[in-house]
């Protein structure tokens, strides 16, 4: 998705507490710059400040960030000779929308080995009595009517 000229995200919406690739085709990748850094932070403040080298590649500049912070995702570019494309000194930013909670299903109880171990056990268990409930459903009828003929093994006493 393409949020602003020349920068495009791998997703429809930034979403906080998620990862995002972010690529980067503008005056820097136009211009043949060997290293471009994204310098981001999070909320009015620029919170949780950092920096990070983005990888060239035939698509621009390329670098797949945390989004761990709230309120809006702020950004700007810089080259490797201190140059920065800041949006004519706007920065780049967005709004970070909050994660969507509606199918999420809690659990009073934690998920552990044990929890794990008792569905498998309750699983087997609900094999083995569908394999009865088959075995009487098939052979009982044959059983009452005389119609079953068990099987007999010819031993060779010729030995």
Sequence with gaps: ME???NIFFNTDKLIEN???KISYTGKFFQDGCEDVFIHYGFGLNWDGLNEVKMERSELGFQAELNLCGEGTFNFCFKNG????DNND???YIFELEKPQTDL???DDEPNSIGTARKLRRSYLWSKKVRLAVYKIITYLPKLISGNY????KQVDEAE
């Design 3 to 5: 949020l602003m000229k």
């Design 18 to 20: 998620t990862s995002v």
């Design 81 to 84: 000779l201190d140059e920065w």
């Design 89 to 91: 000194g706007q920065n």
């Design 104 to 106: 999420i299903v809690l």
């Design 149 to 152: 003929k068990r099987k007999t």
